[in-house]
């Protein structure tokens, strides 16, 4: 716990009340107001103030992209007009897909209307707002359903507040009140809905920002709830805050790296806005380098690193914006602008045209994120058809997680080599429970790693990256990944290596007393030629090959990585294989993955023992 006084400062009332210690002015009646002192009185006051709206006008007449952005966005709200109003679906347990679209309506009809002062979408932002304020409920046992909607109607309520009737602000803020903030006070008191306030993964940032941002828009005329709500959401939001440490990784993967940073930097820049302050949040150890992490996982190809239930599409983070403005770092937003997906309206909101790129800020081309245990090698920056590789030690308890330790991706010459499945479908029958690890996608045997006696790995288990290194012609990572394999291995280790900035080395060592069957296995869509011991991938007009370099006799085989419903079918996607079906002793399986054109390299690097590759680093436990 002393996480949370080193997270926030001088927040030490709020770190004894995490510790267990409750303030002696704690409850809806009797709060400490103190802050909501320095609340800015009028609206509207969330996110984006008068200034930050003259600003971005002055950017659509000065700037080509932000010109575009807008378009396109008037062009999107226009057609939001034809749309019917949202209405209570579920789907799944779920209303999260409705809240979603709740937040992405307001946000975009409220901006044009401030921007451009277009009645239209006023008007059509106010019905948004009361046809969610009569939903019978925002969902509370899926509490992220309520959240997000909260975090939607406080939006709305404060941008569109000058458009609507008192009677119309009356029924969203009571909305606001009963369908959330209440009942996520009653979560921080320990009711169980608010076993996310407890948490420590993305869906503290996401309950705690949005039921935040629905306080700070009615604060003033529900003060003692709202004073409430804020001061357990500071203690609450440090135990996720503290995760991205050191160095800015996050153990859920990209694509919950991407969820739980925006939620953050919306509930930070709500702070900022309406009360002058962050309250020192933004000045988490670690948070300042999330950008980084965000750098680092997307490929050449415009693919990310999608480890635990990730989707392999970079999308758009309009945080990178905010993160670049925050900490002063325009590469992010360098790297923002060349994001390609659909126009987000905080990416209008948040644009930032510095940034030059990484070339000639001269970044580092392999990088390891020690709090996460994941590293990140590549050719070049800047080049679609650089070699990309992604591998992953980390923790098979972290949330969303799968039994993957030791697996990679690999990209080279515009195309996805070595693929990751990312998430299955969240609706099947236990993909959060009991049956989560039966899934083929989150097993052992889905991913590019190795299978022992057929078992999946260790659902507890962690692995540390324990050697790194980054030279031109060699740069490595050499992971621990015994834990995993216990019960069925002594001791398991694995290296991956960058070699002259071509060749992929990849090496295993397995120690066994008992015979054991150890399978290697390379997901890919390409097309597979073998001949023994090697084997040709194919993808359009570029290819690669792979040798094994060890053992002497081993050979390469293809097998199908199709699955039935309700499974996702895996269409087109191949494993290339390696058995050793009785394997004891020590044993070493190398293999060498050479991206080529038209005639491969040849290349016969030495094989050494991992305990010869060099420099060591200290594990992070």
Not at 223 to 240: C, E
């Amino acid at each position: 716990m002393d996480c949370y006084l080193l997270c926030l400062g001088g927040l030490v009332v709020l770190s004894l009340s995490a510790r267990g210690a409750r303030p002696a002015a704690s409850e809806p009646g009797e709060p400490d107001r103190t802050i909501l002192k320095t609340l800015r009185p009028d609206h509207p006051r969330l996110v984006a103030l008068p200034g930050d709206i003259d600003r971005v006008r002055q950017m659509i007449k000065a700037q080509e992209m932000p010109r575009q952005w807008h378009q396109a966005l008037v062009k999107k709200a226009e057609h939001l007009l034809t749309e019917p109003l949202l209405e209570y679906k579920l789907v799944g347990p779920r209303l999260l897909q409705v809240s979603r679209q709740a937040v992405e309506r307001i946000y975009t009809l409220g901006l044009l209307y401030r921007l451009d002062g277009d009645q239209r979408f006023a008007e059509r932002g106010v019905q948004e707002l009361l046809a969610i304020s009569g939903f019978e409920d925002w969902h509370p046992s899926h509490f992220l359903d309520t959240a997000e909607m909260a975090h939607a109607a406080g939006i709305g309520y404060d941008w569109f507040y000058d458009a609507m009737t008192p009677a119309q602000r009356k029924v969203i803020r009571q909305a606001i009140v009963e369908k959330a903030l209440r009942l996520a006070a009653d979560g921080y008191r320990g009711d169980r809905v608010g076993w996310w306030a407890r948490c420590s993964h993305n869906w503290n940032q996401v309950c705690n920002g949005g039921i935040g941002i629905g306080a700070l828009a009615i604060a003033e005329e529900e003060p003692p709830l709202a004073a409430f709500i804020l001061n357990r959401a500071l203690v609450s939001l440090p135990r996720a805050m503290c995760e991205y440490g050191p160095d800015g990784g996050w153990a859920e993967g990209p694509g919950y790296w991407s969820y739980a940073t925006r939620y953050t930097v919306y509930f930070l820049a709500a702070m900022q806005s309406a009360l002058g302050s962050d309250q020192g949040v933004s000045q988490t150890p670690g948070f300042d380098m999330a950008g980084d992490f965000r750098f680092y996982f997307v490929s050449p190809t415009g693919l990310t690193f999608n480890y635990a239930d990730a989707h392999e599409q970079a999308g758009s983070p309009a945080e990178m914006f905010w993160l670049a403005r925050r900490f002063d770092q325009p590469l992010y937003a360098w790297h923002e602008r060349q994001c390609k997906a659909d126009v987000d309206p905080m990416n209008l909101l948040w644009f930032d045209p510095r940034g030059d790129g990484p070339v000639k800020a001269k970044m580092p081309l392999d990088r390891v994120f020690r709090g996460v245990d994941v590293a990140f090698f590549r050719s070049a920056w800047e080049d679609p058809n650089a070699v990309f590789v992604g591998f992953k030690a980390g923790d098979n308890k972290a949330n969303h997680s799968h039994l993957d330790l030791g697996t990679f991706v690999l990209d080279a010459l515009g195309q996805r080599w070595a693929l990751d499945f990312g998430g299955d479908e969240y609706n099947m029958p236990g993909y959060f429970g009991k049956d989560r690890f039966t899934y083929y996608r989150l097993k052992t045997e889905g991913h590019n790693t190795l299978c022992i006696n057929g078992r999946n790995q260790d659902e507890q288990a962690r692995a540390d990256i324990i050697a790194f290194d980054s030279q031109p012609a060699r740069a490595f990572a050499v992971a621990d990944l015994s834990a995993g394999y216990a019960g069925s291995a002594d001791r398991v280790r694995r290296g991956v290596a960058l070699l002259d900035r071509k060749h992929i080395l990849v090496q295993d060592e397995v120690e066994s007393k008992e015979p054991a069957e150890i399978v290697w296995a390379m997901h890919t869509k390409a097309e597979v030629k073998l001949a023994g011991h090697a084997a040709t991938l194919t993808l359009g007009d570029a290819h690669l090959q792979a040798r094994i370099l060890w053992p002497a006799g081993a050979k390469f085989e293809v097998v199908s990585a199709e699955q039935e419903p309700p499974q996702n079918a895996n269409k087109g996607v191949r494993k290339l294989v390696i058995r050793m079906p009785k394997a004891s002793g020590a044993t070493r399986i190398a293999v060498l993955l050479t991206p080529y054109r038209e005639v491969a390299t040849t290349f016969e690097p030495k094989v050494q023992p991992l305990g010869e590759w060099e420099r060591p680093i200290r594990p992070r436990h």
